[in-house]
């Protein structure tokens, strides 16, 4: 082990010793959230033209051109995207869905919902992503679609994964709600699949406030989500009105919240690059630390940090990951980072025991993403940090891990 600094019990800001960024200097946080001032222009547009604004429409033409996509259609949010996608494949029982392990519970909520089998992959260890090799070992001969979720907000493998899709009819979803416009060989997140799945809710990178969307080149895939999502099932009949013509949901988007959106698009981008810019400034501090696993980024595949995961190896430490956490916090006000392994979906959603009795749901079902789940240490990135900032975070970590090193 490369000792950097000799870190006695009584340093550490847990134990009572000077944190390295104190309650008086805290490190900025995700919130509050910073809209640019086109934002209001848009907000009062909307309540000046008593809601007859064709905002949303733009925020759709916006996002298209920016993702490089035929059509957006907006939803209220990605668990109503997901929801949508799995329905307009109309799916149900004995079809089975192939879900990342380790996501939200949105990836999989829609999938349950419509009445399939989700079926859990298992995720390359290093980084919590699914690959294709983990997912052609779940595949069936029933398995009619998969939700491959860009983790923590780094691209999926993604050309093996539609390789084996493609051979057997299998549709892709993408849940982009992690990386909006990130890129896969040049391609962007939502565009490589059938469909991409976003969420602009307050936390996400796209904060809209709330809201999703369904991306897809398919005008006939678009259709079905936009009947599903937004028309309730219904189509319109000339001198009837509406006939449901299949079961659907109202998952409209917002106009308030489409002019938030449309603001924060405008700056995405910018926002991203700086993100992925101060996160490789961590990554490169932290490669020196003896015991930090890198999060492995495979070729082609862009990470835009909306989590920032710190991967340990457990073993080289002295006490578990919730301390080693805890001390963290405890240098770094307004951090607010922790383990989070109710991220393992197989676990966390206990209610599938219950609902398909002869599959015994559990962790054990994916060896590798509950490995990976319990070594990691996350906390929400944010575009506002500095330079210095980055610096006492890596110091941070440094002071904590050579005190609990074996
Ligand atoms: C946030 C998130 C969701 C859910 O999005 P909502 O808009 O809150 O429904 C789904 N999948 C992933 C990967 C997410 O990060």
């Known amino acids: 082990m ?93 079809d089975e869905v192939v879900v990342s392990a380790i996501s939200d519970y949105g990836s999989v909520a829609g999938v349950i919902a419509e009445g399939a089998l989700p079926v859990f992959s298992d995720v390359d260890v290093r980084n919590g992503c699914v690959t294709a090799e983990e997912i052609e070992k779940v595949i069936t001969p029933r398995t009619k679609a998969m939700v491959v979720v860009h983790w923590y907000g780094l691209m999926c493998d993604m050309d093996p994964i539609i390789d084996i899709a493609r051979d057997r009819g299998i549709t892709v979803i993408e849940d982009c709600c992690q990386n909006p416009l990130g890129e896969y060989k040049g391609r962007k997140a939502g565009t490589i699949g059938d469909m991409g799945c976003f969420s602009f809710d307050p936390e996400k990178h796209l904060s809209a406030g709330g809201g999703g969307a369904v991306i897809t080149n398919s005008d006939e895939i678009a259709k079905k989500v936009d009947k599903f999502a937004n028309l309730r099932g219904a189509e319109f009949i000339p001198h009837y009105g509406r006939k449901h013509t299949s079961f659907g949901l109202n998952y409209r988007w917002s106009t308030l919240n489409a002019a938030l959106g449309l603001a924060k698009l405008e700056v995405l981008p910018e926002e991203n690059r700086r993100r992925v810019e101060l996160a490789n400034m961590l990554n490169k501090r932290l490669e020196e630390i003896d015991g930090v696993i890198p999060i492995y980024i495979p070729d082609g595949c862009s990470h ?69 789940i319990y070594r990691v240490i996350r906390w929400c990135w944010t575009h506002k940090y500095t330079k210095r900032d980055v610096e006492d975070i890596g110091k941070a970590v440094d002071k904590v891990l050579s005190y609990y090193h074996k």
């Open 2 to 94: 490369v000792v950097i600094f000799m870190v006695e019990k009584e340093d550490l800001a847990i134990f009572g010793g000077k944190p390295v960024r104190g309650k008086d200097d805290p490190l900025p946080q995700v919130f509050p959230r910073i809209f640019p001032k086109k934002a209001l222009d848009y907000v009062r547009e909307v309540v000046e033209s008593g809601l007859t604004s064709n905002i949303e429409e733009r925020f759709k033409r916006a996002f298209a051109e920016a993702c490089g996509v035929k059509n957006v259609v907006t939803v209220a949010n990605c668990t109503a995207a997901v929801h949508a996608a799995i329905a307009a494949l109309e799916l149900g029982p004995r």
């Open 304 to 372: 835009l940090y909306w989590l920032y995961a710190l991967q340990l190896d457990i073993s080289k430490f002295k006490v578990d990951i919730w301390q080693i956490s805890d001390a963290l916090n405890a240098e770094l006000s307004g951090l607010s980072c922790s383990p989070a392994p109710y991220y393992l979906l197989p676990e966390s959603v206990t209610y599938l025991s219950q609902r398909y009795p002869n599959i015994k749901y559990g962790a054990h079902m994916v060896p590798n993403a509950k490995t990976h």
